[in-house]
């Protein structure tokens, strides 16, 4: 149904307010789909139209990201055993390969060690030697069975104990010269880069204290807080990078924050993604892929009504009310499905207006 708006024009024109005159009563019917509004009109409400922008893909608002290392590229280097600390030849941001020393301790305990190992080689080897003798004896008849077993299980206690020796001596990263000598050594357990110091030289360090805090580079990934009044994304969801290089949803959290209303999200990095540093933050933005018609449009064109929202239309004998659904915002610009044409002319300012002879034919929101 097409109704022309002559009231409108002579409101405007005598400069009272458009508000007050669309509020004046108006039978109650159906809001029409099609205003009849002339170019002459058009003119004098300062009504501008646009053709719309197709998008292959709509991109959402920015949102803070951080840069932190994956769960399984961070490391604390610890004390292998209670010493002091002689040695840190290592400095922050320094790039380390896997084995390379990265502290140097003199420990009481290590000596100590090595004598462990040195008397449980020691017994291992005699009680091994005392149940080859027993089972041979035992073999011509000369023992009873139950003297074989004992020495049987002798062996194998103390074969136990040196497996124990020989662990914790790997375990602390230390060969038997050096247990001898009191030098312990900790080890970089792969390739990585010192982010932190976590000890001085001439500490006092009990075993396991800290000592370092290592971070593999090429496992990064994003830390985001994603708002709760944003439609949740979900896992294999692209972000993109300020320089256009886009990363992958991982994870979505499940709780959301009390206090700041977001969920916590993590994101893969591309693997070309070298340049970036733990505790970077940077802006990233939702890419989703254009289901349908997509396009860009100014804010200024979208009006909401009845918890949808429409656009204005151009045709020849005025304007079309069409219903859009707004997919993300972008600064001024917003991304939307609707059935638009590249060559639809929508109108992006005079809006206002359009909307109150709209609402003012057909009732309010």
């Known amino acids: 149904m097409r109704v022309p708006v002559p009231f409108l024009i002579s409101c405007y024109a005598g400069g009272l307010l458009l508000g007050f005159c669309l509020a004046l009563p108006a039978p109650a019917r159906a809001a029409p789909e099609t205003l009849a509004i002339s170019a002459a009109q058009v003119q004098s409400l300062g009504i501008r139209v646009e053709r719309p922008q197709r998008l292959d893909q709509a991109a959402g608002a920015q949102l803070p990201a951080q840069v932190v290392p994956a769960p399984e590229a961070e490391w604390v280097v ?14 922050e941001g320094e790039a380390v ?8 301790l003199r420990s009481p305990e290590a000596p100590q060690l090595a004598a462990e190992l040195v008397q449980a080689e020691s017994a291992a080897r005699l009680a091994g030697a005392d149940r080859d003798r027993d089972q041979q004896l ?28 020989r662990m914790r001596l790997r375990l602390q990263g230390l ?3 050096e247990a001898s000598q009191g030098r312990v050594l900790a080890r970089a357990p792969g390739a990585a880069t010192v982010v932190e110091r976590l000890a001085r030289p001439g500490q006092r360090l009990a075993e396991a204290d800290p000592l370092l805090r290592l971070i593999d580079p090429r496992r990064l990934m994003l830390e985001l807080q994603w708002p709760v009044a944003e439609p949740a994304p979900v896992p294999g969801e692209r972000l993109r990078l300020p320089d256009g290089r ?16 977001t969920l916590p999200v993590r994101a893969t990095l591309p693997a070309a993604a070298g340049d970036l540093r733990p505790g970077q933050w940077l802006k990233v933005q939702r890419l989703l892929d254009a289901e349908g018609l997509v396009w860009s449009l100014p804010a200024s064109a979208v009006s909401r009504h009845a918890g949808g929202a429409v656009v204005f239309l151009r045709e020849a004998q005025g304007f079309r009310v069409l219903p859009v659904t707004v997919l993300a915002q972008d600064g001024e610009r917003l991304s939307l499905r609707a059935a638009l044409r590249a060559d639809s002319q929508v109108a992006v300012s005079g809006t206002v207006a359009l909307k109150g002879a709209w609402q003012g034919h057909g009732g309010g929101e």
Request: aromatic fraction near 2%; avoid cysteine; charged fraction near 15%.
């Open 78 to 91: 610890t004390a292998p055993a209670a010493g002091v600390l002689v040695r840190l030849p290592v400095a």
């Open 97 to 104: 390969a896997a084995g390379a020393v990265l502290a140097e």
């Open 138 to 165: 035992h073999r011509e008849g000369i023992i009873a069975a139950r003297r074989a077993q004992a020495s049987e299980q002798a062996a194998v206690q103390a074969e136990s104990q040196l497996a124990a020796v």
């Open 175 to 177: 060969s038997v010269a």
């Open 246 to 261: 886009e990363a992958r949803v991982l994870q979505v959290g499940w709780a959301a924050s009390s206090r700041t209303q």
